[in-house]
């Protein structure tokens, strides 16, 4: 630990309490309320914030336009928008901007109205951009999100034997750290989710099938939400108010289809070495996994990528609740209840770094007791196809 | 059945070649004359080598069966009028791995295994035609 760097870390953070604003907020509106609950949390104010992180979700210049909306003057702008992952390359991104001395407060910002607006994020057809070879020569297919991640899940079942049992390890997992977290429960109740309860592999391999093989209680909700991250250089770090969560490790990576690729691996099979690498760390001393569940299978290949287990081996180490924030055996995963049961507005990124820092200031509903260690890992885009991870290492103080 | 698939415009600049030559049911890709590398989806550059000429061949339609799922759950205005449906990719016997639907089975829920042999049917429309795969006879 001594070897590692600590030149920036996470002091403020802030994730926005309601999953359903009933079409009475904007994203923008909801980054902003999140911004400044951040910069409270951190004990800084607007003045400070010298570097701006944005995704461009649904604003055109978004850099420009948020500099002007909130009446700063960065030093460094940065609008990455790579899908879900976004956030993590944000943070790996103000790392190097803060070691270089390019900017020392560095604010991430993040709010959708997916839920009020209906976007089909989790169960519906693709999105509609710009049209590209690759567009035009797969759009005709029919292919939906879900059976897109679908084709990863059954891809693994073939070549490893992996059943559908261990894949809903990862649901009730987290159903179990959701059932914890008030903010979570409130969310499932105002999505209408029914019987909202600790779940078992049975109920999970009992919902009703979305797109084999994956069942409804393997897909992420779709809500209204937002978050926001302040991320701080060293000298900063000794004025803000609570405990800095270190950033020691970055990775950033894509994959996309080719003629060849082996579906069961991701992207984070090459974020992951760089991140691990350059924290010195290993897996097995994680504490806290906050691993992208947009579905069951996304946790399940990541793990395997991280290097939790090796690949294929992922079915098997999963099975037997070692995910649970209070079981040994593995690390406490997704302890804020996941996208599967807490909040999923289309982009969760922000959300694995939010609660990774709660669990190493000791603020999480599901605390593991003396967490010293945490993987936020992104994943953008589409699993089963193109597709972005960002995998950051942070250290408790 | 409301409407029809998506289809592809014969203008993108990339890929306009390969469905031109759907008209005469022709399953075109390319082939890097340097380095051999077979380039999908078509584009005009090899991503093996920096200055290989690409050249256009025909596939004779057969493959195999890389990974499939059976979408039952769509709000696209055609499609969820088509559930249940298999959305795949196959690998063809010429080197490269298309996005596809394999069609002409009862339960594609049951019927369809990883691995098995496919072949392929062209689903006719006005101007262009789609690849599909079937079970190979
Ligand atoms: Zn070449």
Redesign the pocket.
């Known amino acids: 630990m001594s070897s590692q760097k600590r030149d920036a870390a996470i002091v403020g953070i802030y994730e926005y309490p309601d999953r359903d604003v009933d079409g009475e907020l904007s994203p923008l509106q909801i980054k902003t309320v999140c911004a400044r609950n951040a910069l409270a949390d951190a004990g800084l104010s607007w003045s400070d914030v010298d570097g701006i992180y944005d995704a461009s979700e649904g604003l055109a210049m978004s850099g420009l336009f948020l500099a002007e909306y909130w009446g700063l003057a960065p030093t460094v702008i940065d609008t990455t928008g790579v899908g879900g992952s976004s956030y993590e390359f944000h943070v790996a991104h103000a790392l190097s901007a803060i070691r270089e001395g390019r900017c020392k407060v560095a604010l991430l910002t993040y709010g959708s109205t997916a839920h009020s607006n209906r976007m089909a994020i989790g169960v519906g057809g693709r999105g509609m951009g710009g049209i590209n070879a690759a567009d035009n020569m797969e759009s005709f297919v029919g292919q939906t999100l879900v059976s897109n991640y679908a084709m990863v899940a059954h891809r693994h079942m073939h070549q490893y034997g992996t059943t559908s049992e261990q894949l809903a390890e990862i649901s009730t997992a987290t159903r179990y750290h959701a059932m914890r977290n008030p903010d979570a429960v409130r969310a499932m109740e105002d999505l209408e989710f029914i019987d909202i309860r600790e779940t078992t592999i049975d109920d999970v391999v009992n919902s009703r099938m979305i797109a084999d093989p994956l069942h409804l209680l393997e897909c992420c909700m779709i809500s209204d939400g937002g978050g926001a991250v302040v991320i701080a250089s060293s000298d900063v770090v000794r004025n803000t108010k609570k405990s800095p969560v270190w950033v020691i490790g970055a990775g950033e990576a894509t994959k996309y289809p080719t003629n060849t690729g082996d579906l069961t691996v991701s992207a984070g099979a090459q974020s992951g070495p760089v991140a691990f690498g350059e924290a010195g760390v290993t897996a097995a001393e994680i504490d806290v996994a906050m691993i992208y569940d947009s579905f069951s299978i996304t946790v399940l290949t990541i793990l395997e990528d991280l290097g939790f287990c090796a690949k294929g081996e992922g079915g098997v180490w999963v099975t037997g609740g070692k995910l649970r924030f209070d079981q040994a055996g593995g690390p406490a995963l997704n302890t804020d209840g996941g996208g599967l049961s807490s909040n999923h507005p289309g982009m969760r990124g922000i959300f694995l770094l939010i609660e990774a820092a709660r669990q190493l200031r000791g603020e999480s509903m599901a605390q593991v007791v003396n967490a010293q260690l945490a993987v936020a890992h992104g994943n953008g885009g589409m699993l089963g196809s193109r597709h972005t991870a960002g995998t950051i290492i942070l250290g408790a103080d | 059945m409301a409407g029809s698939r998506p289809l592809p415009t014969l203008d993108e600049p990339d890929s306009g070649e390969f469905w031109r030559a759907t008209t005469t049911k022709e399953l075109k890709f390319q082939r890097?004359?340097?380095?051999?590398?077979t380039?999908w989806y078509p584009r005009p550059h090899?991503?093996?080598?920096?200055?290989?000429?690409?050249a256009w061949h025909s596939s004779n339609g057969f493959g195999t069966l890389y990974s499939y799922s059976v979408v039952r759950q769509s709000y696209h205005p055609f499609f969820r009028n088509l559930v249940p449906y298999a959305v795949a990719y196959v690998d063809v016997d010429e080197g490269f791995r298309i996005l596809t639907n394999v069609v002409g089975i009862e339960d594609p829920s049951t019927e369809l295994k990883i691995g098995q042999r496919l072949q392929l049917v062209w689903e006719e429309h006005e101007g262009l035609n789609i690849p599909l795969f079937e079970p190979a006879g």
């Open positions: 890097c004359d340097s380095c051999a590398t380039i090899c991503t093996g080598c920096l200055d290989g000429t690409l």
